[in-house]
């Protein structure tokens, strides 16, 4: 069977890479850089920079430190979310997600996590914990006016579209 009527997703061939400045804390000199998982992967795996485990019992949350600080350039922003695993099998999530890093910050990335699992989930040295996204971002003016345009939708919100 041919193949060519088959949808081809682009491929970006253009290799350019954000450069981010990142500075690895005494606490985690032992531990690897964020990464990507896949060659195509949008999130690098962050780790658990802990001296002991921490154990999240349900409804529990933690601020987890990732022994890494980071400097990004002018119009970005890291954002941490959370790992597809750690949520759909154990429930433990960010909980601010995605919690976001500026520019301008310096210090130490850590990743708010909460277990909304059925059962205790320990968090130990080294444990993937989360994922960080590098994402351009714009600034937004305010114009200040008495009305806005009219659309279909109006002031509808909040399930106004329905779920099906």
Not at 61 to 85: D, K, N
Not at 91 to 113: F, Q
Request: with cysteine; aromatic share 4%.
């Amino acid at each position: 069977m041919s193949n060519s009527n088959l949808a081809v997703a682009p491929q970006n061939n253009n290799n350019e890479q954000v450069r981010v400045a990142i500075k690895i804390l005494d606490h985690a000199k032992d531990l690897p850089l964020p990464s990507y998982a896949t060659p195509q992967s949008a999130g690098m795996d962050i780790l658990a920079a802990i001296d002991a485990p921490i154990v999240l019992n349900t409804g529990d949350s933690a601020m987890v430190a990732t022994g890494i600080s980071i400097a990004l350039p002018s119009g970005y922003e890291c954002q941490v979310r959370p790992r597809s695993g750690l949520a759909a099998k154990n429930g433990v999530t960010v909980l601010n997600s995605p919690g976001t890093v500026d520019a301008d910050y310096r210090g130490e990335i850590k990743a708010i996590l909460i277990n909304h699992g059925k059962a205790p989930f320990t968090i130990e040295r080294g444990m993937r914990i989360a994922q960080i996204v590098i994402a351009r971002y714009e600034q937004a003016a305010w114009d200040v006016c008495e009305n806005l345009d009219e659309t279909s939708r109006g002031a509808g919100g909040f399930g106004s579209t329905g779920v099906k």
